[in-house]
């Protein structure tokens, strides 16, 4: 994404985080692009995560492309969530990259997808293809954490996904596998390969997988905070 002109800082506390949340609630892309002074594409077929980065641009998101929290002085990640003009999900959330080898030793407490997981600042957004990108509305933004009952299936999900993987059976793991959490393909394209241990305990080429939160896990999440 081009770097735009305005910088913001990153917050130095929760209430300044939400503070900024709700300036750019009810704001179009537009306009956030305009305050940021960025360039905005035609539409998301190859700018796919765009609406993503300009809204971590004014919220002062500082992890960029790596493996932490967006916001690591606070322990926040933010997700973006593309709606239908009836408010549900229109699309799965990426976690994060899946440990495909060297592995051994990880639980579930001390895994990204906990981590990533563990404090989350959503951000709802109109995502129909039919509304102009330029005049998709920015929604109220909200905290979450998994309360006991979620933290319990997305750990059952995980470790069954985790064990497939150490077990070489990274093969059979399809989109249907898990109740809230899949394993998907994640690459900038299909011709990119990484090892994995296959099921006779060799080394095999495979694409590389990403955790998923099922489109049910987010709607269910919006009804608890809106409904």
């Known amino acids: 994404m081009q770097q735009g002109i305005n910088t913001i800082v990153a917050p130095t506390s929760e209430a300044e985080l939400m503070q900024r949340v709700e300036k750019i609630s009810g704001l179009r892309l537009s306009e956030l692009a305009s305050i940021m002074n960025v360039k905005m594409p035609p539409d998301l077929k190859r700018h796919k995560g765009w609406s993503g980065q300009l809204i971590e641009q004014c919220l002062g998101a500082s992890a960029g492309s790596k493996q932490i929290q967006d916001f690591p002085n606070l322990g926040i990640e933010l997700k973006t969530l593309p709606l239908s003009h009836r408010m549900e999900p229109l699309e799965t959330t990426y976690v994060c990259y899946a440990p495909l080898l060297n592995n051994t030793g990880i ?8 981590n990533k997981l563990s404090r989350v600042l959503w951000i709802p957004i109109q995502g129909e293809r ?3 990108l330029t005049d998709r509305v920015v929604g109220s933004g909200f905290l979450w954490a998994p309360n006991p009952q979620e933290d319990q299936l997305l750990q059952q999900d995980w470790e069954e996904l985790m064990d497939m993987i150490s077990l070489g059976k990274i093969e059979r793991i399809t989109a249907k596998t898990g109740q809230v959490l899949q394993l998907r ?36 999440l919006l009804q608890s905070v809106f409904y």
Request: hydrophobic share 30%; aromatic share 10%.
């Open 185 to 220: 393909p994640k690459a900038a394209n299909g011709q990119a390969l990484t090892s994995a241990v296959g099921e006779n305990g060799d080394m095999i080429q495979t694409r590389p997988r990403g955790f998923y939160l099922r489109k049910h896990f987010t709607f269910n």
């Open 107 to 114: 639980t579930w407490n001390s895994s990204s997808v906990r």
């Open 130 to 132: 039919d509304i102009p």
